[in-house]
């Protein structure tokens, strides 16, 4: 393996990388998912909290197509979705991260090559003087 010449490097390091932009889309992207399951962890308990505010027999009593059933319909099929569409949110937000550490990685073989490249003119400057 061969060390890459100074000019080489110095392209290198001018560059920025679109990693780090992809990982804030990523880490955007996730916070906006969280936020849009906390508002609708919101609205069901919300809606949880209006069904359970009328006593049990008349819950039990509801006929089909009264507004206590949909009222609990609507919390069954809200909560269904919501879990998984939050999971993805924190998902995209760790899959950011770890875009991020890619990055991280990259620029650090870049300056590990840098340094290889300079500590031999640095150390004939040195034992020049």
């Known amino acids: ?5 100074s000019a080489e ?3 290198q390091a001018a560059h920025s990388s679109a990693l780090i932009k992809v990982a804030g889309a990523f880490w955007l992207s996730a916070f906006m998912i969280v936020m849009v399951a906390a508002i609708g ?3 069901v308990a919300a809606t949880a909290g209006d069904y359970y505010s009328s006593s049990k027999a008349v819950r039990d009593a509801a006929t089909a197509g ?5 009222q609990l319909g609507s919390v069954h099929a809200t909560k ?3 879990l998984p569409f939050a999971i993805l949110g ?3 937000f760790i899959a950011g991260f770890g875009i991020a550490f890619v990055n991280i990685l990259k620029n ?3 300056r590990g090559n840098t340094m290889a490249a300079a500590l031999p003119e640095l150390l004939a400057r040195k034992n020049q003087n």
């Open 1 to 5: 393996m061969t060390t890459p010449t």
């Open 9 to 11: 490097l110095r392209s």
């Open 41 to 43: 962890w919101i609205v």
């Open 66 to 70: 009264s507004g206590l059933l949909s």
């Open 80 to 82: 269904d979705w919501l």
């Open 90 to 92: 924190f998902a995209m």
């Open 108 to 110: 650090v073989r870049l």
